[in-house]
Each structure stands twice: as structure tokens, then as C-alpha cells.
């Protein structure tokens, strides 16, 4: 399994620009990238909060690469695929939580 989780104290300076169905471009930051039935998903929060959403939120992207090698992240729309890659999200947290207790 492959993932990248970012620790409180991290800076989170990898900013990912996406242009929403409207044009209107959107900057993210990165939270975690998690594995679940091999696929790759994003989990990230908008620079600035998107009209409807709390602080603490964030939006799953499914990741796959594009023709030309570059990163595509399309919304990922099933509440089955989101609160699966939240659930494992939280369990990593819990991994790391306990080895930072030992």
C-alpha cells in the first residue's frame, strides 16, 4: 500500500491548481494520497473554502494519469469510494498516532 500523510507541523506548500466544469480555477492543497481497490485518491482542501463547505472538510479525487503523464483528478462522487478512503485515511492517522505514543 502506498500513501503520503502530512503531519500537522508540515508545511503544505504543494499547491494543485484544477479548473472546475465552470472554468473557473481551483487551488488545493494535498492532504493525503491513499491506495484503496487499486486506485489512487486524493484527499484535499481548497486553498480557500468553497462556498458550502466548513474548515474542517476536505474532497476525495480519484487520481489517474493522463496521456501526456501529468496527474488527472476527477471529484469522486460515490459516498461508498469517499467514506472508504476517509476510513483508511483515519486508521493511517491512528497507525501513526500510535507509534508516536511508544
Known sequence: MSEEIMNDDEELDDIITLQADSGEEIDFYEIAS???EKCCYAIMQPVELLEGMEDDEALVFKVTEGGDGSNKYEIELDDGVIDAVFA???K???EIDTEEES
Do not use: R
Open 92 to 94: 493511517l492517522l491512528d
Open 88 to 90: 483508511e485515511y483515519n
Open 34 to 36: 491513499i491506495e484503496y
